[in-house]
């Protein structure tokens, strides 16, 4: 693998946010907190999509797509091309409406000769660097995916993650309602390998799971451990990482920005 390939960023943006309809705007353009802007520094609110973007363009992502629903055009609206945040945008429209991973192939085109980022523009993640991390560990090991996790508040949301004594993962488990597993996935790195993988799981998906079941990431990611491919992961045991897909986690998420 090249140490200089390029890594794009990918951005599912195609939920409907039926926990915590209704909202005025999309979801991923809901205001969390405030940020600086103009020479100034004045105060102006934060939309919780950007924490996500700023992170990837702190590990020198400059490229993401983000994928649509139809509707959405709030997003590409407040976004733009990018450049406010010295990134380049472009957006792409979901298609099949069975899960991230039906999402995610909206981008194959584009995508399956390069790096890619997963990033979920409706959580609020630390540290800072954390993208950075992924990529110095995939460049280090040469794994297919690599996978960061942080620690699990509330299990039966989330999926938890089996690793061993070196990191890499065994197995994972989507929202399990018991678990003696401490760390969920939230963010990945991976390479053209995975990309095609998935490519290849999608197309038959439907006949795996039909279009009333969801498939989700971690689906194609354990039939990948199961077909041989490498999956390792850095394990951010002090950082955090909070959603807001309940009423309940946007407003911790509220105030835990405005206590900053």
């Known amino acids: 693998m090249r140490s200089n390939q390029e890594c794009i960023g990918l951005v599912p943006a195609g939920g409907m946010a039926s926990r915590v ?20 520094g004045s105060l102006r609110p934060k939309v919780i999509g950007q924490y996500l973007l700023e992170k990837m363009r702190f590990a020198n992502i400059e490229k993401v797509y983000i994928i649509l629903r ?7 609206s407040y976004f733009g091309d990018g450049k406010p945040m010295n990134m380049h945008l472009a957006y792409l429209m979901l298609n099949k409406p069975f899960g991230v991973p039906y999402t995610l192939e909206q981008a194959y085109p584009f995508i399956k000769d390069s790096k890619v980022a997963l990033g979920f523009p409706d959580m609020i993640f630390q540290p800072e660097d954390a993208f950075v991390k992924l990529l ?23 999926d938890m993650v089996e690793l061993n004594e070196h990191g890499q993962v065994l197995s994972i488990q989507i929202k399990p309602p018991q678990t003696h597993l401490l760390y969920a996935w939230e963010i990945a790195v991976w390479t053209p390998v995975f990309t095609r993988f998935m490519h290849d799981y999608v197309s038959g998906g439907l006949d795996i799971y039909g279009s009333q079941n969801e498939m989700h990431v971690a689906n194609v990611i354990q039939a990948a451990i199961q077909d041989g491919l490498k999956v ?14 309940t009423p309940e986690d946007m407003l911790k998420a509220i105030q835990e920005t405005m206590e900053v």
């Open 136 to 158: 110095a560990k995939q460049e280090e090991t040469q794994a297919d995916i690599v996978l960061g996790l942080f620690p699990a508040h509330q299990p039966s949301k989330t």
């Open 232 to 245: 390792d992961s850095v394990l951010f045991k002090e950082g955090c990482c909070l959603d807001i897909g």
């Open 70 to 76: 139809a509707g959405k055009w709030d997003i590409p």
């Open 21 to 40: 309809a209704p909202l005025p705007c999309s979801k991923e353009v809901f205001p969390i907190g405030f940020h600086p802007v103009g020479n100034d």
